[in-house]
């Protein structure tokens, strides 16, 4: 069982940026884990959780929607075991509450909210216009 924590959403206005956090720690003491992958997701009201952003943890690759391509960007920290998402170029639309997710075993693609064992609390991010 993996826990994941999030931190570093806000209100912020267009144009602005932010850095989200998600820090991935056992849930049970003394077994360990290791990370396969983790990605952001992201969901504004009335619409589905879509994807934003993914790496993979064994090579660092990245992967990114479309809609954020350029403007955000995914990094890591293996030895806390946390992933990072730095927004910048922040627009109105980009407003949703963001998860981070993690899976500790491979499965194909990043890309779908189902390959995802793990889902931390979401953290709200709003861009005023």
């Known amino acids: 069982q993996v826990q994941l924590v999030e931190s570093g959403g806000g209100l912020v206005q267009a144009g602005d940026s932010l850095r989200l956090s998600c820090a991935a720690s056992?849930?049970?003491?003394?077994?360990?884990?290791?990370?396969?992958?983790m990605g952001w997701f992201r969901q504004a009201p009335g619409k589905e959780r879509e994807f934003v952003a993914a790496?993979?943890?064994?090579?660092?690759?990245?992967y990114y929607a479309d809609s954020i391509k350029g403007r955000f960007t995914s990094s890591r920290d293996n030895a806390k075991n946390t992933v990072y998402l730095q927004l910048n170029m922040l627009k109105p639309e980009d407003t949703a509450v963001y998860y981070c997710?993690?899976?500790?075993?491979?499965?194909?693609?990043?890309?779908?909210?189902?390959?995802?064992?793990?889902w931390g609390q979401g953290t709200q991010v709003t861009v005023s216009s």
């Open positions: 056992r849930r049970t003491f003394g077994r360990t884990f290791s990370l396969n992958a």
């Open positions: 790496i993979n943890w064994s090579d660092g690759r990245t």
């Open positions: 997710a993690a899976r500790t075993v491979l499965r194909p693609g990043v890309f779908s909210p189902e390959t995802y064992d793990y």
